[in-house]
């Protein structure tokens, strides 16, 4: 099968497309045949040597996949052949096929696309963590999300809306970033600020937040 390996730490230079044998799923795991990859920023790091590597080089990149389930271990349960899952990936989402724990397994529902669903097991899950585990905002409290136009800062915006985590919700985002986030769209409590790439920026818009009491930052 065609996949892309890393073979250095010099960068994406260090990327190749190459062919390799199709893995084989363990007894809980399944076999997918992969639609789409995230492409995070620790694997981002990763080639250059920045972020740890768990194997040897040469070798497959990609955290997460998401994709058909084509062929089960004889322990994997909940989970069939046909099933359109997203998960965390063992044997390196950035090709054709890829290997999962079968309990990582999350399926994904009508309408949500393979590209959407591949942003879950990392960057979705790390919001959900965040928001849930680490700061717990109640109702009546602020929440500051910075970096809000990156993956996990995208998802924390829109799980703290759904979910109703807060009395006002605020956005740091770098003016070089394409998204914003309008008032009109999170509530007329929430503060949409757009910085620029500049220390002076962000030491006014912290500024502005600390004078309105915030409770939370993430």
């Not at 390799?20 to 492409?39: C, F, H, R, T």
């Not at 590597?53 to 997460?64: D, I, Q, S, Y």
């Not at 058909?68 to 046909?82: C, D, L, R």
């Not at 006014?204 to 915030?214: D, G, P, S």
């Amino acid at each position: 099968m065609r996949a892309v390996e890393l073979n250095g730490f010099e960068g994406i230079s260090s990327l190749r497309v190459t062919e390799v044998e199709k893995p084989s799923p363990g007894a809980n795991q399944v076999l997918l045949q992969v639609k789409a990859a995230g492409i995070n920023f620790a694997e981002i790091e990763m080639t250059k040597g920045r972020y740890p590597a768990t194997r040897k080089l040469p070798f497959v990149m990609g955290f997460e996949a998401a994709g058909i389930v084509v062929e089960t271990g004889s322990q994997a349960e909940n989970v069939k052949v046909g099933d359109k899952i997203t998960a965390v990936v063992s044997s390196g989402g950035y090709a054709e096929y890829a290997t999962a724990d079968a309990g990582f397994a999350i399926p994904i529902p009508d309408g949500i696309s393979f590209a959407d669903a591949a942003t879950i097991p990392v960057h979705g899950l790390s919001a959900y963590a965040l928001l849930k585990f680490a700061a717990k905002p109640q109702p009546n409290e602020s929440l500051l999300i910075q970096a809000a136009a990156g993956g996990v800062g995208l998802y924390l915006v829109q799980l703290a809306k759904m979910q109703r985590r807060s009395a006002a919700l605020s956005c740091l985002a770098q003016r070089t970033s394409t998204t914003r986030f309008p008032r009109s769209k999170y509530g007329s409590s929430s503060t949409s600020i757009s910085l620029s790439s500049d220390s002076t920026s962000r030491r006014c818009a912290l500024n502005r937040l600390a004078n309105a009491f915030l409770d939370f930052s993430i």
